[in-house]
């Protein structure tokens, strides 16, 4: 008990002293836009964010308010490390809960030093760990969240797709749901992203990029549904172990296999490699939901208030009822795509060998 109320206090002195660090580094982006001595591709990426949050604020109805009207250049490449851990046979992430936001399914250290400290002790513990860099991350409009230098210099079009997605979360947040909350967000991104392209002449992507993501997604679910039936087995521990490292060396083969003659997949490499259950749970936090929310978008008209009013209405079910709602929504959302789209491509064809 004191161990742990001594780590509690440890972790709420960094994040503040954090947060108030990166407060205090804030310059106003309308003088910055203006001043001589501001670098001209600083000026010209500060000029896209001002763009990006005038259509968010006037097409996608969110409160921007202050946010994002401020820079500020930090002293370390990125902002935050996040800490995802999960039990070695489970896909269920460690929550850890904080008095405003409820419970999270991660962690994040302003100091890589204190992330990975901690890391190594849950790793200890016989968690599975993920531990990545956090270019940016939303105050759900407790503070006038800036532009950090660790993403300004991101092309438009990504540049917006993040903060379309951390303004989101100023309009719609339900505590201690992580999936609901970052499904969500990503969902909005993804919506709007196509008419923002649109608006400002900017191409679509690629449609091979589109459809290699969509390829590692499908491997991904088809290696979390075979680690899941594993872990749900009566099997004696040391053949779960047995099977589950089988698995996880067969998504790399398979990854390996699809992705022949593929250009710049270098993300997706590094993230088959580091896979393990603590990054098969943030990834489907992030994007097993989406679906539902895009249906959900379409069922509301395609009217944004409208969708935010019927996502607020699903975030106040019981979280049992809430889960049957999207669960019904993504039913039918994979219905519509298979009829608009076609075949679906079997990523999950190679994986099954690993059965």
Not at 8 to 13: A, D, K, L, M, R
Not at 232 to 244: G, I, L, N, T
Request: hydrophobic share 40%.
């Amino acid at each position: 008990m004191p161990l742990g109320g001594c780590e509690t206090v440890q972790f709420y002195s960094q994040a503040a002293t954090g947060q108030l660090k990166i407060l205090a580094g804030r310059k106003s982006i309308d003088r910055l836009v203006v001043d001589e001595q501001t670098d001209a591709k600083l000026r010209q990426q500060l000029e896209w964010v001002r763009a990006i949050r005038a259509y968010a604020a006037g097409e996608l109805h969110l409160p921007v308010g202050s946010a994002y009207s401020a820079f500020t250049q930090l002293e370390d490449e990125y902002a935050l490390w996040n800490l995802v851990a999960a039990p070695e046979f489970s896909l269920s992430p460690k929550k850890w809960c904080y008095p405003i936001a409820g419970c999270a399914s991660y962690r994040g250290y302003f100091a890589k030093a204190d992330a990975q400290f901690h890391a190594g002790r849950l790793r200890a513990e016989g968690y599975d760990v993920y531990l990545g860099p956090v270019p940016a991350y939303s105050t759900l409009g407790w503070f006038d969240d800036p532009v950090l230098s660790s993403f300004v210099n991101w092309k438009p079009d990504r540049l917006a797709s993040l903060l379309f997605h951390e303004l989101a979360h100023r309009r719609v947040y339900i505590a201690g749901d992580t999936r609901f909350n970052e499904s969500f967000a990503t969902a909005v991104s993804r919506i709007a992203l196509p008419d923002w392209r649109r608006r400002n002449g900017l191409p679509a992507p690629q449609v091979a990029s589109v459809e290699q993501a969509r390829r590692v997604n499908g491997l991904m679910v088809a290696a979390r549904k075979q680690l899941q039936a594993i872990y749900q087995s009566d099997q004696p521990v040391a053949e779960k172990r047995v099977r589950k490292a089988q698995t996880l060396q067969q998504l790399r083969r398979c990854y390996r296999e699809v992705s022949t003659g593929w250009v710049q997949d270098e993300k997706f490499s590094r993230m088959i490699e580091k896979t393990n259950n603590a990054t098969l749970a943030l990834v489907s936090e992030y994007q097993s939901q989406v679906p539902a929310f895009v249906q959900l978008y379409k069922d509301s008209g395609r009217d944004w208030e409208a969708f935010y009013t019927a996502v607020e209405r699903l975030g106040a079910l019981p979280k049992a009822e809430r889960k049957a709602r999207l669960e019904a929504l993504n039913t039918r959302a994979q219905a519509s795509s298979k009829k608009v789209t076609g075949p679906s491509l079997h990523s999950d064809t190679c994986m099954s060998a690993a059965n």
